[in-house]
């Protein structure tokens, strides 16, 4: 098991910037994809980004590309989310999620998940 814990989160303007941390502990991250979920308030959870245990093949939902980019460093157990230009849309919870093989989409897939972080960006 993969213990996962947010942080970075915070109140943002539009149009500002936010860097996500993810780190990882009770296992190492090598063989795992790692991707970034969000929950708005009244909405389901939402796939935002996910990439392979390498880190390539970065993958994201047509609403953040071009805005956010996802990393990891595997030396240090961690997952990274770079957002910029944010909008007020992207306000959520926001958590990591990793699982072992390839990468997916769905929440279902993965079996291991942090407690989340909240983003909120004023208009």
């Known amino acids: 098991q993969v213990q996962l814990v947010e942080s970075g989160g915070g109140l943002v303007q539009a149009g500002g910037s936010l860097r996500l941390s993810c780190a990882a502990s009770g296992r190492t991250l090598s063989n795992y994809a790692m991707a970034w979920f969000r929950q708005a308030p009244g909405k389901e959870r939402e796939f935002v980004t996910v990439?392979?245990?390498?880190?390539?093949?970065?993958y994201y939902a047509e609403s953040v590309k071009g805005r956010f980019a996802i990393s990891r460093d595997n030396a240090k157990n961690a997952v990274y989310l770079q957002m910029n230009n944010l909008k007020p849309e992207d306000t959520a919870v926001y958590y990591c999620?990793?699982?072992?093989?390839?990468?997916?989409?769905?929440?279902?897939?993965?079996?291991?998940w942090g407690q989340g972080t909240q983003v909120t960006v004023s208009s």
């Open positions: 999620a990793a699982r072992r093989g390839v990468p997916t989409l769905k929440g279902l897939d993965y079996d291991n």
């Open positions: 990439v392979n245990w390498s880190g390539g093949y970065p």
